[in-house]
């Protein structure tokens, strides 16, 4: 009996669960799509909020890199606009055809008998059209995304404006010097904690896809297996590092094994795979 407990626990997958951003990671940045989506909210910042629009380029970056969003540095500096106007107007007219039906993908999601999930700082309405123009709608079996990580987003106030910086002028020196935003998302350890509470996620048995170090860095502090996607060299943080997501099965063939195992009949001879190492 031990050794039949053993050898099933041999064959079983690391993982149970995979974790895939989605904006620049099921999708090459090369579409043009994301560079779309900065330049809307670009026009957003200058024309809704009425920011000086020679300090747009550099503010709308250095949000973006401290906060995870654009649109939650901008809360934290104290703005006050409305979450499904600001998606609609960065989102809601983006050229979608930009996105192409990826089949490979497709066949790859489909053929890893793993739990899979989308966990993105976009909105619904963004996520299920993307996806859709992929064709990659139905091979995710939860989408996570901004209206889930902030459920009560209707009633969430912007940041009080008390050590609120000035345009352009958030501080550098680290997180605490920062105002804090009512927006949970990635890179931040709470949009993580989250996730893993609501769909009963173990970090230890799960992989995280990302084309953002920070998210990627933030993954692998909680315990998530990383995939940095979009880029060939790891670094700090990162486990995996993934030119395309097209390489997934080249790059972690263990995802594909719980599928393996099921075939397996517990007759045969346990042997030598005691561990399975990455
Ligand atoms: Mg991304």
Not at 153 to 158: D, L, S, V
Not at 215 to 225: A, R, S, V
Not at 239 to 261: F, M, Q, R, V
Request: overall charge negative; proline content about 4%; some cysteine.
């Amino acid at each position: 009996m031990e050794n039949k407990d053993q050898y099933k626990q041999a064959l079983e997958s690391k993982y149970d669960c995979l974790l895939f951003d989605l904006d620049d990671t099921l999708y090459p940045k090369a579409s043009g799509l994301s560079a779309q989506v900065t330049n809307n909210i670009k026009e957003y910042m200058i024309l809704k909020l009425e920011i000086q629009e020679d300090k747009v380029p550099e503010l709308c970056s250095s949000l973006y890199k401290k906060y995870g969003t654009t649109m939650a540095g901008l809360k934290a500096m104290g703005y006050d606009f409305d979450f499904d106007d600001f998606h609609s107007f960065v989102h809601g007219r983006l050229p979608y055809n930009l996105l192409k039906p990826d089949h490979v993908l497709r066949s790859l999601l489909l053929s890893i008998p793993i739990r899979k999930i989308i966990f993105t700082n976009g909105d619904k309405n963004h996520a299920a059209r993307a996806l859709s123009r992929l064709g990659l709608e139905d091979c995710f079996q939860e989408i996570i995304c901004f209206e889930t990580l902030n459920p009560n987003y209707k009633e969430a106030k912007p940041a009080v404006s008390e050590g609120k910086s000035e345009l352009g002028q958030s501080s550098d020196n680290g997180d605490s010097a920062l105002p804090k935003s009512p927006v949970v998302c990635k890179p931040f350890e709470n949009s993580f904690e989250e996730v893993f509470k609501m769909l009963k996620i173990n970090p230890q048995r799960a992989v995280f896809f990302d084309d953002n170090i920070y998210n990627i860095q933030t993954g692998k502090k909680m315990g998530l297996t990383t995939v940095w996607v979009g880029c060939s060299h790891r670094i700090g943080g990162v486990d995996y590092a993934l030119e395309s997501i097209h390489n997934i099965k080249e790059a972690l063939p263990e995802l594909w094994e719980a599928e393996e195992s099921k075939n397996v009949k517990y007759s045969r001879k346990v042997g030598i795979e005691t561990t399975v190492q990455a």
